[in-house]
Structure formats: C-alpha cells, structure tokens
C-alpha cells in the first residue's frame, strides 16, 4: 500500500497560519466563535489549500494560483462607488469592516461582528468539509458583513445596494439575509477596489421563507491583481423564487461557489452569469443545486467571453431527490473563445434519483461567426467596431432578461469599457 505523504505548506499557506495567530486576538466573536475559528486554521495547516486532486477544485488548483499572500492590513481607504441605480438603502463594508448603513422600513440591518460577539444562533458560520477553502479561511479571519432581515409581507420597492470596498491587503466578509414569508426585495451586491493586490473572501447565506420573491445582483470589479473567493448558500422553501446574475468584469483568480437547496414546492431559481475573462486571469464558477422536493423548477444560463491566456471554468451540478418528482432544471454554458491561448472548461453534471422530471445541460465553444463578421464589415463597420458589436450581443441578450433599464444600462456600459480593452 502506498502511502501519499503529506505536502509541505507553501509560502501562502504558512502565512495564513501566521496572520491568524498574528490577528486571532482582535478578531470578533465570542466563545463559540473562538472555537470555530480555531477549528477552521487548523483545517487549513493539516490539509493546506486544495489542488487538482480534489474534485471540485480539479480545475483551479489554488494552492499554486494563490502561490503568494498579500499582507493582513490593506494600505488604505477604499474609496466610495457611485449609485448604479436609485437604491432605497446603501450598505457600505470598506476593507472589511462596516462603513455606513441606510435604513429602511420594513427591513433591519445589523453588524455581522455585534452578532459575533453576542449570538451565532442565527448566523451560519460552518463550512462544508476540509476542502471548503473559501469557508475555512472566512471562517478564520471574517471581521465583519451584515445581518439583514426583511419583514415578512414587506414589498421593498427600490433596491438595497450592498458596496464591500477595498485598497488592497485582506478582506474577509460574511452576510446573513433572510427574506420573509412573501416579501419581495432586490439586492445589488457590488465588490470593487483598486489594482492593488488584495485577497478577498466573501461569504453570503442567502434565506427565502415561503412565498418570498428576490432579485440578487452581484457585480464583481475588484480590480485585476485582485483574489476574489466568494460563496453564497441559497435554501429556497415553498413558492420561493429567486433570481441571482452574477457579473464578473475583472480579478486575477476568481473561485465563486453557489449550493442551493430548493426544499419547499413550488419553488424557482433563476441562475444567470456573465463572465468577462482577460489576459491571464482565472474565474471559476462552480454551482451546486439539489432539488429535494416534488414539483420545483430552475435554469442556469452562463455566458463567457475569454481572450488572452485566460482561463474560464463553469462547473454546474444538479441533484434531484428520490422524492423530487416534476421537477424541471435546465442548465446552458455557452463560450466565446477570441485568443488561441484562452481556454475553458465546462463540467455539467446531473445526478437524478427521481424518474418524472425534465432536466437537461448543454455546453457550447465556439469564436466569432466569421460570416457575421464579414457581413458587418460589408457594410462599412471596422473590424474591431464588429467583433464588439457580436461580443456584446452575446453577453447582452440575457442581461436584458433583467428587465430594469437604469441596471441594464450600467452594466452595458460596463460591458463596454471591456470591450474597448480586450475585443
């Protein structure tokens, strides 16, 4: 019997380990808090970060993207992003730690680190196994996020704008949102900063009582030396419906986990992503949703533009219990690849115990139609004008399912800039 020995820390997982001893003491949290983080540092120095031989890590091996570790304190103030709409409430974390808050009727907003030190009954703060790197290390050092409660029959008309801003150094943030027994509310969850080298992990539990309806949109400009692991844990209960766009527009690594648990009939999700890949950054979504009641539904759509020598990753699982009868779940990756060095990878997976359902996947990879190139440019249209042109209309079309035209236009314009650099 071989015996496989284990593997020496590297210089960024040792640091790791030497910034939470460095940092434990002005952490928050209490007792119970304590032993959760001591338990979350001491998974990642016996296991170290995951590489290609863990299977939902096979493709980002992020022992060796994250090879090196910015320093624990950021270097400076993060500075304010304007208002892409008209928001009813402005939520600011600025380098991890709360910054301004907004009321609003009918929804209530508290620190993640008062409800550290005082009661974690109703703050999740488990990760999911020694391989959870993104929740061992949020686990570890989270200083602050925020609890967010919105009442039960509550119809928030405009949206609440969530801003975790940074300058570099390290940025650890976790929220806690539920959303009442039919209440509605939308939800823009915008993470920037400079160009400065940050690592950034981000952590949401996102609740939907019966009969609650909500759109998440999560915007991710951190900046492209920036580490970006994120994860969002989604339950859905009866006649919950939920629609979550994610829209990825810089980052050096990018690792964003979603598991959902649709558990209440009648329920809906909606997943959609944009993925705007350049240069020799890395973005990863991976997607876990299990479908554990009869007569639920949901579809996944994520479309992905990759140029230079990035490197894209879609992996989608959908898991149907043996009780989930009538469900239907639909999943579509489609790519656009313009440079000969980019890649990416498609993994769809479904795992069906149930024998009255509709579920079906799909991936596409393809560069730009050349017929349609040419004729665009018949028509007196420059070369790079078209290529922009196709790219975008590929992206757009499921970004207009969003169906808000101030939204809409700010992440068209968004769309754009990136265009102007990397079509």
């Known amino acids: 019997m071989t015996v496989q020995s284990k593997l020496p820390l590297t210089a960024a997982e040792t640091a790791l380990v030497d910034q939470f001893g460095a940092q434990f003491g002005s952490l928050p949290g209490n007792a119970e808090v304590v032993k959760l983080r001591d338990r979350a540092i001491q998974a990642i120095k016996e296991n170290g970060l995951p590489t290609r031989r863990v299977e939902a890590w096979h493709y980002t091996d992020l022992r060796r993207l994250l090879a090196t570790l910015p320093g624990y304190v950021p270097s400076g103030e993060a500075q304010d992003l304007e208002r892409i709409v008209d928001a009813a409430a402005r939520l600011v974390l600025r380098n991890g730690k709360v910054s301004a808050t907004e009321s609003v009727e009918q929804l209530t907003v508290n620190s993640m680190s008062d409800a550290l030190r ?14 959870d790197a993104t929740g061992l290390i949020n686990s570890a050092f989270v200083t602050d996020g925020f609890v967010i409660n919105v009442e039960s029959g509550a119809k928030i008309a405009k949206p609440v704008e969530m801003q975790s801003l940074h300058d570099g150094g ?30 950034e992990t981000a952590v949401t539990e996102l609740k939907l009582r019966k009969g609650a309806e909500a759109l998440w949109v999560t915007i991710q400009e ?51 992503a944009v993925n705007l890949i350049g240069d020799d950054a890395h973005c990863d979504i991976t997607l876990s949703l299990g479908h554990l009641v009869p007569n639920t539904t949901s579809t996944e759509t994520v ?23 009538k469900t239907d779940a639909q999943m579509a990756c489609n790519t656009l690849l313009l440079s000969d060095d980019a890649g990416f990878s498609t993994k769809p997976e479904l795992e069906i115990f149930a024998d009255d359902v509709v579920c079906a996947h799909g991936a596409t990879v393809a560069e730009i139609d050349e017929d349609h190139l040419f004729y665009l440019m018949a028509r007196g249209i420059s070369e790079k004008t078209a290529r922009g042109l196709l790219i975008k209309a590929f992206v757009t079309e499921i970004v207009e399912e969003l169906e808000n035209e101030p939204l809409i236009e700010a992440l068209e314009a968004r769309i754009d800039r990136w265009l102007e650099v990397h079509a």
Do not use: W
């Open 303 to 325: 479309r992905n533009v990759v140029t230079g020598k990035a490197q894209g990753v879609f992996q989608g699982q959908i898991r149907v219990g043996r009780i989930a009868q």
């Open 222 to 272: 951190t900046g492209d030396a920036a580490t970006h692991l994120s994860q969002m844990n989604v339950t859905l209960e009866e006649d919950a419906k939920l629609t979550l766009f994610i829209v990825n527009l810089s980052g050096k690594v990018i690792r964003q986990e979603i598991n959902g648990d649709v558990v209440g009939e009648g329920a809906d999700l909606t997943f959609r």
């Open 170 to 199: 390290q940025v650890h943030v976790r929220n806690s949102v539920t959303i009442g027994e039919g209440a509605s509310v939308t939800v823009f969850d915008r993470h920037a900063g400079s160009d400065t080298e940050v690592l």
């Open 118 to 131: 005082a009661d974690v009954s109703g703050v999740s703060m488990n990760d999911h196994g020694i391989h």
